[in-house]
């Protein structure tokens, strides 16, 4: 049994903390709007008022927070922030989607102070996360690696060590653009069919049958089909994601057309008012 601490309590954060108290372990939690932190409490977890009194014996503290700014706050705001009470031998986890920039930034803090560090963020989504399936991308140290793995499995069932420090995020942001560039084309796609007098029902089983067709796609397309857009994965963080992908190209000099096409596609639908419904719902520009 370790002592974790994980910061954020949104709606993959909280689930995580769930799937730590499952599996016995001692589990703190932070949430910068207290409210949040009501039923993990209710479920065995104690609740710290800052990150810093949060980590201060944790074995490993994870962050599960919205973006840079958030992450910049969690571990290194100066009254608040975490980094600066972590114990010698805890160990770090970024779970956050971030860019990588602000990642290696990260890691270097952690590095000055000879902390361990990863950066581990996941795919998947709040039924993943609720179930213990989620996908991490992991960078940063092998032994750093070995010594959180046992953590991680409690909260993922696939576990992908990629390289140094960045790298597990440069992962997840290639992988969320390319699930945004799937949903973005099969919305266009369903509104081409549908407009084109096919059945929308009938098509998209055929479309779904084809091997052109992703699993992604696939279950995306049941759910724009019976309209189902609460939020799992909401636009707004998509949006985020892909314009965290083409900071990461302009630093690294790489070309995404194709990605900044789709970020544009999504900050549109954002001001449509689509913000809060699942990333599906990109096809309610096109129906
Ligand atoms: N949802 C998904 O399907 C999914 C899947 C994989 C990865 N992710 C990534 O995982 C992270 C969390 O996603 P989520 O779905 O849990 O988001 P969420 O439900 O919107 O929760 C966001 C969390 O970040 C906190 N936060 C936001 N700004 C903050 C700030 N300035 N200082 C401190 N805390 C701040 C929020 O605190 P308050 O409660 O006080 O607002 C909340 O705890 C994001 O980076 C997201 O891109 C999401």
Known sequence: MAKITVLGMGAMG???ALSLIKAKHEVTVWNRSLEKTELIVQAGAAVADTPRTAVQNADFAISMV???????QVWLDSETGAL???PQKAIAIESSTLTVVWTKELGQQFEQRGIGFLDAPVAG????????Q??????????????????LQTMGSAIHPIGSVGSGMTMKLAVNALFGIQISALGELIG?????????GKALKILASTPVCSPAAKGAAAGILARNFAPMFPIELVEKDLSYTLKTAEANDAKLPLVEATQNIFAYSIKEGYAEDNITGIAQLYL
Do not use: H, N
């Open 14 to 16: 909280a689930r995580m």
């Open 66 to 72: 919205r973006d840079d700014e958030a992450s910049k």
């Open 84 to 86: 600066a009470s972590l």
């Open 125 to 132: 989504t709040r039924p993943q996360a609720e179930t213990a």
């Open 134 to 151: 989620l996908i991490y991308f992991i960078g940063g140290d092998a032994e750093v690696f070995a010594q959180a793995k046992p953590i």
């Open 192 to 200: 081409l069919l549908r407009k084109c007098g096919l059945d929308e």
